[in-house]
């Protein structure tokens, strides 16, 4: 009896043995299927922000109304701009309507974090310290300080033709800082302040000044009036932004904002606001 209980008994753990091997593999199995199907929804740790874009059908786009020729808002009522062009031409490649959510802009990197909006598109400057929770997507407009001149103006084509000529610019601005560093390089510059840029770009086109220097932004939509940049003394790209985890989302962006880029169809909608071409 002893005998056969200790047969039975050694049975008895082999095949607890073999089924707890089994049921290790099974589990280990069950788990990397489980991954398996994570990584292919949601790659790279995504956070799904794009398949629940497309679920819903609308792309929530937050943005500032109050910064033309990007955003803002016409007599009718309705918020246009180059970047609710954008994000229209975004939203019709992801298959959804754009819905356009205005917040003031201090309050776009909460709204995104918040979930409220899934991307922001608002003349936003690239700003390394949100990119611990934020993802930016390519540069599609460079807003830095530019030197410019007159249309006609075929005396200052470089930085070094402004030995002996006054450069307007806003007082305490960034463009301020530039010009006083040019100053220093090069010989005889006599430095024009102005209460904002455009006061700055109104003694150009007066003859008050033989150049300017301003924003990109008041730069290229003087063109109109017969201006020209000399050079760009800085950047200051502007791009969207989406939550840290929305790669699969950021990717789907890229792609729009780089076909836009290679079609020149960016250059056209910049030609559009900023050019009033």
Same mark, same amino acid.
Request: with cysteine; net charge negative.
């Given at each position: ?25 099974? *589990? ?12 292919? *929804? ?23 109304? @109050? ?54 598109? @608002? ?38 033709? *402004? /030995? ?31 209460? @904002?840029? $455009? $006061? ?44 840290? /985890? ?5 990717? $789907?962006?890229?792609?729009? *904002? ?12 910049? $030609? ?6």
């Amino acid at each position: 009896m002893r005998q056969r209980a200790g047969v039975e008994g050694r049975v008895s753990r082999v095949m607890g043995r073999v089924l707890g091997f089994r049921g290790a593999f099974i *589990l280990i199995g069950l788990t990397l299927l489980l991954g398996f199907i994570v990584w292919r *929804l949601y790659p790279s740790g995504d956070d799904g922000a794009l398949a629940e874009i497309q679920r819903r059908g609308t792309l929530r786009v937050g943005l500032d109304a @109050s910064f033309p020729p990007f955003e803002m808002i016409n007599e009718t009522g309705q918020i246009v701009g180059l970047d609710v062009d954008l994000a229209q031409v975004i939203a019709a490649d992801l298959g959804v309507e754009a819905e356009f959510v205005n917040i003031g802009f201090d309050g776009l990197y909460d709204a995104l974090l918040a979930r409220r909006v899934d991307i922001i598109i @608002s003349g936003l400057p690239y700003d390394p310290r949100w990119t611990q929770d934020v993802a930016y997507t390519h540069n599609y407009f460079n807003a830095g300080q530019v030197l410019v001149t007159c249309a006609n103006n075929n005396a200052v084509n470089t930085v070094e033709d *402004l /030995k002996g000529r006054t450069i307007a610019i806003e007082w305490g601005s960034q463009a301020d800082m530039e010009a006083r560093q040019l100053a220093r390089e090069v010989e005889g510059i006599t430095l024009l302040r102005q209460e @904002s840029a $455009a $006061a700055a770009l109104t003694a150009l086109f007066g003859g008050q000044a033989d150049a300017a220097i301003v924003d990109a932004v008041s730069g290229v939509s003087a063109f109109s009036r017969g201006l020209k940049i000399v050079a760009y003394l800085t950047d200051e790209w502007y791009a969207a932004a989406v939550p840290i /985890k929305s790669q699969a989302l950021l990717e $789907a962006v890229n792609e729009t *904002l780089i076909r836009l880029d290679e079609s020149g169809r960016m250059a056209e909608m910049q $030609a559009q606001w900023l050019h009033g071409q």
